[in-house]
């Protein structure tokens, strides 16, 4: 009837055929939005890979990974455009890229290896832990492959959701997700990446979600504007970055400050005397707390030598500079990298022992072998006299990091013979020069406030020797204190080594330690924190080609560092029980070594100092005028704090461990979930493809006779889910289709029956049934999918409209 009335109506023709002409238009609107969310996704990867290159230091090639990455946004458009051909070529891409990733999995291995070694330069520079990078499986690689597999999973993942439908919410998770994560590695974006990664998500947002095909121009167009906009800030950041920048930098400077005070409270949590556990193992690190050390007898290092130690054989790993009253930090890296621009000046200092002793030693050098088990840090563990590697993993001034489990040393096991008996007062080297002055700076800090008790008691010492200094320290941290493990808890508010030395009086090595570097500089000697492990010679037994010694974790260990000029940094002894019969703590050139007065600090010094971060304490009358090791016997007694120092990110050793575990769990569970998510909608996808083909086909009776089949299969999966009580019996096809309709109330009387109907004629007819004819069979079973999704529980949803592929709307 309504089909008459619109041929005998002219104006209804002529209505229809303009809403045709509609039609037409938004789905070429609609299609021009595709590829517009194609360029636009293209875009935003493209600036992460740019945050990622930039902020967080990685060395990978932007332009190989960018390139392959346009190739596969190309070959997505192509796929919208030509069908089914592009489909095909898009998906044999994807196979060749699989193949080219399975014949070079070692490259994709180096490639992960070399991103990690990124990411662990970046966190050590952030938060001032200690992480080794890993020796590279091949030379050269830097990730390039890898990070192309990955950029392109993601965007094959998010591809058929952002360009074809328009739903962006998935990916701007994912994109706030990998921000969030740069932000607590400390990147500050300040890069034109993180323009086209806003400016990206801004244009899609923009354009929406497609629904049908109304509305597409004004939803082309809006994309239109915002890319616009997007190319205007492209242009600023890229050519103009300045202007562009300064207007920004006061909100990415308020964004990074907030992170950084979040992340400067989780360390404190975990440095402070509780711990975050209670069973923290402080010897691994700059920790402190009074909980007893958790030590399972277990051998974390093996150590072989080419000779026999005559003296206890110190192993440095972590390096304490800065003290915080609950804890030790490295000094600040990028003040050392600010002091000395070489590339190699912190392989050069730290090698000025072994130099010095090589200068002066007629025995020729020898090996250690350090075999790492289950050392408590990412340390190479070195032991004094032998020289540090020259590679990326000497760590400023401090410590020497790495991942290796096996490190040979070369160099001098009985260093301390070869002493030599008078005081070096020429400098070891130019930089050696240098570096005392950026000793006498860097480690006689000490804090402003919380430790008046313990200034006062070394201001009322006079003491005109280094050595006399030693001396006193190691005699009175150990007189009057026991050394126990069975300790009370630091009472809020008091400082760790004041309660220790005045209220307290016992502890562990830590106590004393810490103690004992804090009186070293309060007396102008410059010091420095240390753990690792000692070994006695008795622990070394004879082993083929020399000797081998099992060290267990009980063996962990923390003692100090004296800075001598020209010979570089000795360690100390101060936990009683510790000593080495031959006495190592006395330097035979201090014998008889008269003192110099402190200078006072210069005009320039003073300027530096400002009074809420530093001190400079005046000798006092009768107090100690020691003076550092310098040339020409001169040096300076300048005390300064660095209780912030300017970086909320000098932190506990271990955070940088952890929040590297966090971001690559969570990247894999990320990577996980998108595959996994794009393995249910390819099986949907093909599944709806597949039903569809067999539905309308050229032979509309088979067809027919097709959805006949899917009909019983929706009515079979409805009772597996508990939507339909029972299915009738077969034996007749009308009787199952009328009691069908009896069991379903919801179903018309005779709509099935109709359709039953038409599937046997369909089989049996030597009729051709008509396309309406078939049209109404697909409408009866779309009302059943959408019927029994209506009524189907909650958690039998996924399974109905992924899992067996229904439609649901």
Not at 135 to 142: F, H, I, Y
Not at 438 to 443: F, G, I, P, Q, S
Not at 486 to 505: H, I, M, N
Request: with cysteine; charged share 20%; proline share 4%.
């Amino acid at each position: 009837m309504k089909r008459q009335v619109e041929d005998w109506h002219p104006a209804g023709i002529q209505v229809t055929g303009e809403k045709k002409l509609k039609i037409e238009s938004g789905r070429r609107q609609q299609k021009y939005g595709v590829l517009l969310r194609c360029f636009y996704l293209y875009l935003c990867l493209v600036g992460t890979i740019l945050t990622l290159r930039l902020d967080l230091g990685l060395k990978f090639r932007v332009l190989p990974v960018a390139g392959g990455l346009l190739v596969f946004a190309l070959l997505a458009i192509l796929k919208n455009i030509w069908r089914p051909w592009g489909r095909r070529v898009y998906q044999g891409a994807y196979l060749v890229l699989f193949l080219i990733c399975g014949f070079g999995w070692k490259h994709l291995a180096a490639g992960w290896q070399a991103v990690e070694n990124g990411i662990r330069r970046q966190l050590s520079v952030y938060y001032g832990v200690t992480l080794a990078e890993k020796t590279p499986l091949l030379t050269g690689e830097r990730g390039e492959l890898l990070l192309l597999l990955i950029f392109t999973l993601f965007f094959w993942s998010m591809e058929t959701a952002v360009t074809r439908k328009g739903r962006t919410g998935l990916f701007l998770a994912s994109e706030i997700l990998i921000v969030l994560l740069e932000l607590l590695c400390g990147c500050r974006f300040l890069h034109p990446g993180i323009f086209l990664i806003g400016g990206s998500l801004l244009a899609l947002l923009s354009m929406g979600q497609i629904r049908g095909v109304s509305n597409q121009r004004i939803l082309y167009r809006s994309g239109l504007w915002a890319g616009g906009l997007l190319l205007c800030l492209s242009l600023l950041a890229g050519y103009t970055g300045s202007l562009l920048n300064d207007q920004t930098k006061g909100w990415n400077e308020w964004l990074y400050q907030n992170v950084q005070k979040k992340t400067s409270q989780i360390s404190r949590a975990l440095e402070s005397q509780n711990g975050l556990f209670g069973n923290h193992n402080p010897t691994a690190d700059g920790s402190l707390n009074n909980y007893p050390v958790e030590q399972k007898d277990e051998i974390d290092l093996t150590v072989h030598t080419s000779g026999k130690p005559a003296h206890n054989m110190y192993l440095r790993g972590f390096t304490g500079g800065v003290y915080q009253g609950n804890s030790w930090s490295a000094v600040n890296r990028n003040d050392f990298a600010d002091a000395f621009s070489e590339a190699d000046s912190g392989w050069q200092v730290q090698n000025i022992l072994y130099r010095y002793i090589g200068s002066r030693s007629s025995e020729e050098e020898g090996t250690v072998t350090v075999t790492r088990k289950h050392p408590g840090g990412d340390y190479g563990y070195i032991p004094y006299g032998c020289a540090v590697p020259d590679d990326g993993n000497v760590q400023a001034d401090g410590c020497y990091a790495s991942a290796g489990k096996e490190i040979s040393y070369q160099g001098y096991v009985n260093w301390i013979e070869w002493m030599d008996p008078q005081p070096s007062k020429e400098a070891e080297s130019e930089i050696e020069s240098a570096y005392r002055e950026y000793v006498a700076k860097e480690y006689l800090k000490v804090p402003v406030e919380g430790l008046d008790r313990l200034r006062a008691y070394c201001g009322q010492q006079d003491l005109q020797s280094v050595q006399e200094v030693i001396d006193f320290v190691v005699r009175d941290v150990q007189e009057g204190r026991t050394y126990s493990m069975d300790l009370e808890q630091v009472p809020a508010g008091q400082d760790f080594a004041e309660y220790f030395f005045f209220d307290q009086k016992k502890g562990y090595c830590i106590h004393y330690a810490t103690t004992a570097t804090l009186m070293f500089r309060l007396l102008g000697v410059p010091a420095r924190y240390v753990t690792g492990y000692v070994v006695t010679p008795e622990d070394f037994t004879e082993d083929g080609d020399g000797y081998t010694a099992q060290i267990p974790d009980t063996q962990a260990h923390a003692w100090v560092e004296v800075y001598r000029a020209g010979k570089g940094w000795i360690p100390v002894e101060v936990t009683p029980g510790y000593q080495d019969s031959s006495d190592a703590n006395t330097d035979p050139g201090e014998n008889g070594e008269e003192s110099t007065p402190t200078p006072e600090p210069t005009e320039e010094q003073t300027e530096e100092a400002t009074p809420e971060l530093t001190e400079t304490p005046q000798p006092e009358q009768g107090g100690t005028t020691v003076t550092p090791e310098g040339e020409n016997g001169q040096g300076t007694s300048e005390q300064e704090t660095n209780i912030e120092n300017g970086s909320g990110g000098q932190k506990l050793a271990g955070i940088g461990r952890v929040l590297l575990k966090i971001f690559v769990v969570l990247l894999m569970l990320a990577g996980l979930a998108g595959g996994s998510v794009g393995m249910v909608v390819l099986h949907r996808k093909r599944v709806l493809q597949e039903r569809n083909r067999r539905f309308f086909q050229k032979n509309i009776n088979r067809g027919i006779c097709e959805i006949s089949y899917a009909i019983y299969q929706i009515l079979q999966d409805a009772k597996e889910a508990g939507v339909l009580q029972e299915i009738p019996d077969q034996k007749d096809d009308r009787k199952f289709a009328r009691q069908t309709e009896k069991n379903l109330p919801w179903m018309e009387e005779g709509a099935y029956t109709a359709i039953v109907e038409l599937a046997e004629r369909a089989t049996f007819g030597p009729d051709r049934l008509t396309k309406q004819e078939r049209a109404q069979c697909y409408q009866f079973y779309e009302s059943l999918e959408q019927q029994f999704w209506i009524q189907m529980p909650k958690q039998k949803r996924f399974w109905w409209k992924y899992m067996k592929a229904y439609q649901t709307s």
